[in-house]
Each structure stands twice: as structure tokens, then as C-alpha cells.
């Protein structure tokens, strides 16, 4: 049972030799996917790991669609000059459900036409204005500058802390990444 309480639990398949129903009921109930009597068909196995698998690859789907709609939701609502401000309280309440910062940074930088960097604890939005843009936690602006931005100018917000000052986060992230450039700071 302990192996359900994990943030993400295991598949699990359980094979005995116990022919009990009221066992294979309780293993059941305990979050096992499958229960496999001995002795074990191959075909039976093949066929179970093949729907786990589809049930898997459906998660992951479905995760990235999600993730997906996050991010153009995050970038439409930090990058639209005009808004109503029903429709902002509105994206407000839904980004701070999914916002996985507790301080962060907006950062923009001129575009290179296309990102090859992975994700790690940042987001990247895309483009905007021919920028890119990045929110990034507070604890990891320094690597991000440092591994994967160090020879670009780069425009950074102030630390923020709540949703709701994302917009005026990436204007700052605009406005510095201008005086960076004109300065030549990187």
C-alpha cells in the first residue's frame, strides 16, 4: 500500500501462484493494475504490458497537450497590451493553478529563430516582438544566465512573486533587455 501513497505510483502487475479471489480482490483494491495466476502465458503478459504502455503513452499526451495550453495562456496573458479586466482576473486564476514558481524572473533576449534548448526549470514562451521569452524561478535565474544564456543580451525582470504581476514583469524584462543592449551588457 505504501507504493500508492508515492507522488506518482508504479504501474504495478502482480503474479502469484495464490489462486484466492478475495486475494486478487484485495491486491486490486491496493492499486495493482493486473493479477496474473502461474503459471505465467506470454501472450497474456505481452498483451498487458501493451495496454499499460498505451495508457502511458495517453498520459504523456495528454500531460504535454495540457502543458501546451498552459504556456499559450501564460504568454497570451503576459504579452496582450489590451485586456479586459474580467478576462485577466480569469487567466489570473487559471495560470496561478498551474504556475510552478513561488518567485520568479521574466527574461527576454532577441530571438535566434528557433529554441534548442531543453526545458528545466524555466518555461519558455516563444517569441513575442521577435524576443524570446523566458520565466524562470528565482533559484534558477543564475544557472539559466549562466549555462544557456551567458552570450546573449538579455533583458531581466525584478523578482516577483505573484501572478498577477507577470505583465509588468516582462515589460521590465523588455526595458532592460533595451538598456543591455544599448550598454552592451550581456
Not at 45 to 57: D, G, H, P, T, V
Not at 119 to 133: M, P
Not at 152 to 164: D, H, K, L, P, Q
Amino acid at each position: 500500500n505504501a507504493i500508492q501513497q508515492l507522488p506518482q505510483p508504479p504501474m504495478t502487475v502482480a503474479v502469484s501462484g495464490y489462486d484466492d479471489f478475495s486475494y486478487a480482490v484485495e491486491m486490486l483494491r491496493k492499486g495493482v493494475r493486473e493479477y496474473i495466476l502461474k503459471p505465467v502465458d506470454r501472450n497474456q503478459i505481452k498483451s498487458i504490458l501493451e495496454k499499460l504502455n498505451a495508457e502511458i503513452e495517453e498520459k504523456q499526451f495528454s500531460t504535454n497537450k495540457n502543458k501546451s495550453i498552459f504556456y499559450q495562456q501564460l504568454k497570451y496573458y503576459i504579452t496582450q497590451e489590451e485586456m479586459e479586466s474580467s478576462e485577466a482576473m480569469s487567466m489570473e486564476e487559471t495560470i496561478a493553478e498551474q504556475f510552478p514558481f513561488d518567485m520568479y524572473h521574466v527574461c527576454v533576449l532577441s530571438s535566434t529563430g528557433g529554441q534548442t534548448r531543453a526545458e528545466k526549470e524555466y518555461i519558455f514562451l516563444g517569441e513575442d516582438r521577435k524576443q524570446e521569452i523566458y520565466v524562470v524561478g528565482q533559484e534558477y535565474l543564475d544557472s539559466l544566465l549562466r549555462e544557456e544564456l551567458s552570450d546573449r543580451f538579455v533583458g531581466i525582470s525584478e523578482a516577483f512573486r505573484s501572478v498577477n504581476q507577470l505583465r509588468i514583469a516582462y515589460e521590465q524584462a523588455c526595458a532592460s533587455r533595451k538598456d543591455a543592449f544599448w550598454t552592451c551588457r550581456s
